[in-house]
């Protein structure tokens, strides 16, 4: 059940305007912070659901400012492996129960920022390669499974594109129009499995306002505002959201 009071609010509405921004500007591998927030007041499923139609709005409100400034062949293939990807986690999804969906989410969002962290140090850089067509497959694999179980599709596919040497602005288009594919493919499932009901649908449309103006900021961000800055209250956020995610489903 979803209570809409006024800890939801406090809760969602900064957190979707967060998810928003980071869709809209930053290349979506943060803005799965979104849904890990909210699934600290409402169950994780309710969580998936409230967050896929905004998700699916900020794409489309996204994809025109960066229309047809996308790396292709990536694009391509992650949104190829993202197919068998969504397939896993909806077998998964009906197999485990709502704690162990808490666990993964908590230890994905401090896995990103140990990452994260590891390589601004210097002790791990991500190599440039060559396009490769089995490793976007891969990435798109990873990252679909990943974007069905939590929204979480965007560190794995990051680390794939930011390999390649991409410009911030193909970086960004190309996460764009490659999750704007992935959500659609999880519409038809989530509504199988039933993580959309009335209670997450007037949700959503209740937070879309909060959305569109997190899309609006970040695409205006995206050339303007230091991704350091950003990042650096993401990170934060990560660390505190998967702690006490984990906290919870194991206690």
Not at 191 to 198: D, S, W
Request: glycine share 10%; with cysteine.
């Amino acid at each position: 059940m979803i209570t809409f009071d006024w800890v939801f609010f406090a809760v969602g509405i900064p957190a979707i305007m967060f998810g928003g921004i980071s869709k809209g500007g930053f290349g979506s591998g943060a803005a799965f912070v979104a849904g890990a927030i909210l699934a600290l007041v409402v169950p994780p499923g309710l969580a998936l659901g409230i967050i896929l139609p905004l998700f699916m709005l900020v794409d489309a409100a996204t994809l025109r400012p960066f229309w047809k400034q996308w790396h292709w062949p990536s694009a391509k293939g992650m949104m190829q492996g993202a197919v068998p990807g969504c397939i896993i986690g909806a077998v998964l999804y009906t197999m485990v129960d709502a704690d162990v969906f808490r666990l993964l989410i908590g230890v994905i969002c401090l896995a990103f920022v140990a990452f994260q962290c590891v390589q601004s140090l210097g002790w791990l850089t991500v190599r440039r390669i060559a396009f490769s067509r089995p490793l976007a497959w891969l990435a798109g694999l990873i990252g679909g499974f990943t974007s069905f179980i939590s929204h979480a599709g965007g560190p794995p596919t990051a680390i794939f594109l930011l390999s390649q040497g991409l410009s911030k602005t193909a970086f960004q288009a190309t996460t764009v129009l490659t999750f704007w594919a992935v959500n659609w493919m999880k519409v038809v499932p989530y509504a199988y499995l039933g993580i959309f009901t009335l209670e997450t649908l007037t949700a959503s449309a209740l937070l879309a306002p909060f959305a569109l103006l997190g899309a609006w900021i970040g695409v205006r961000a995206h050339h303007l505002v230091p991704e350091r800055a950003f990042f650096a209250l993401t990170y934060a956020l990560l660390v505190a959201t998967g702690i006490r995610l984990i906290w919870v489903a194991l206690g």
